[in-house]
């Protein structure tokens, strides 16, 4: 089941299984609010099953600012690592099947990785995987017109476009649902 950690953090199989008892599974719905805004996060989940969705408030519209799903760990990050107030809220789209680890249990996993050079090396590298999705997202609305954003995530996402309810797709590319459904009638006409 962390097989993807496993296959990029080679951890001993003694600190492996240290490793896994620290995580907690939890069976949750769809619509499960797992972090509000504003709130401090005290864990971090791994998906094992379904889809979760990052979103704020803004002007009482919620924006959807990414999904996570299968074999993805996720947490507020800023949080859960500087113990600041979360900036997002987290909520389950589909019924999940998370691995929850604490805030002191990931510490304490954190401080192994970080001894050993090539480890926190991995780990770094997999934190920039995510602040470079956060970079391409924003950069995207800049410099892409919300019908180049819709067939950039088809391409590169394309689970997305398949899983996600269509109202979470157009607030994750900034556009109401009429458009989205504009956008798609026109890439049908011009196939």
Not at 116 to 123: A, W
Request: hydrophobic share 40%; aromatic share 14%.
């Amino acid at each position: 089941m962390f097989e993807h950690i496993q296959d990029r953090f080679l951890f001993s199989k003694e600190k492996w299984r240290k490793f896994l008892r620290c995580f907690h599974r939890m069976e949750v719905p769809a619509k499960t609010l797992l972090l509000r805004e504003g709130e401090k996060s005290e864990h971090a989940y791994y998906i094992e099953k379904g889809v979760v969705r990052a979103w704020y408030n803004n002007d009482g519209k919620d924006v959807t600012f990414q999904f996570f799903m299968e074999n993805t760990m996720f947490s507020s990050l800023e949080s859960f690592i500087k113990g600041l107030p979360g900036m997002v809220s987290f909520e389950t789209i589909e019924p999940c099947i998370l691995w929850r680890i604490s805030k002191s249990d990931a510490d304490a996993v954190l401080e192994e990785v970080y001894e050993d050079r090539e480890l926190r090396s991995m780990f770094m590298d997999s934190l920039f995987e995510r602040v470079f999705d956060y970079m391409k997202h924003f950069f995207s609305f800049i410099k892409d017109t919300p019908k180049q954003r819709y067939l950039n995530l088809a391409r590169e996402r394309p689970e997305i476009i398949r899983r996600i309810p269509q109202h979470y797709i157009a607030s994750y590319l900034g556009i109401t649902t009429v458009h989205l459904s504009r956008i798609k009638s026109a890439i049908l006409k011009e196939k």
